[in-house]
């Protein structure tokens, strides 16, 4: 074939030459879809797992010796096989390319094969990249939204985090009264010392403890703290009936400003009270 080809002239020769190259990428092309079938078998088979490679892509980039890169998309067809049987077909016989059905594959929408597959016979792996893109998507669906909330995290022994969701109205009110309280401390604060300018934090701890106040106007014997502590008179120590045991330190701070209810139980029936 070569010496004939040498003597027709240059432009008979580029034909014989792109008939040649078109037989060739033919013959490529039914090789791959052959192996798209066999790799599809492979992980239908779940014959995979026996050689103890971490990834499919990674069992053909080893057996083949393609790069990583041509593995995924051999991946990517077998995967869609049954989705896109019109290009796979057109793979086999070699009348599409790997990288053409490859970029089907791992972009078109399901139900698209029959509209690929006729575009793909006359369009490069661009036009194909192109036209995958301006495809209409779906519109994603819409979850409901999530109502108020408060969630908190610890952040080390010292520190607590505390994040807060709020409608719109709600977030507004709380603004303006955090707003409202930190400009009083700012005008509480003296000019002449060395304390720290108030912060937002601490305008959130004065809100905090005016709400306390009115509770306990409207409540006199609403305390801010309430500690419940077991004492079993035949025991020496008390147990807490929730929360962490106290520290030294917490326990004097509050029990500075506090009052004290004591109810006596026997056999878990209350048999008195008292208050100090």
Partial sequence: MSSTATSLAAGERLEVLFDEIAELCGQRNAIDGRLVQIVAELEREELAGLTGVRSMSALVAWKTGVAPRNAETVVAIARRLEEFPRCTEALREGRLSLDQVGVIAERAAAGSDEHYAELA??????????????????????????????????????????????????????????????????AEHPADTEEAFPTRVDAFMSLVEAGWDSDVARRPHGQHTTVVVHLDVDKPAAALHLGPILSEDERQYLLCDTTCEVWFERHGQPIGSGRT
């Fill in 121 to 186: 016979s006359v369009a490069t792996v661009s036009q194909l990249r192109t036209a995958i893109k301006m495809e209409p998507r779906p519109d994603p669906e819409t979850r409901p939204e999530s109502g108020p909330e408060v969630s908190t995290t610890s952040t080390g022994e010292r520190y607590t985090t505390y994040r807060i969701r709020l409608p719109r109205l709600e977030a507004a009110k709380f603004d303006a009264a955090v707003q409202s309280h930190h400009d009083a401390l700012i």
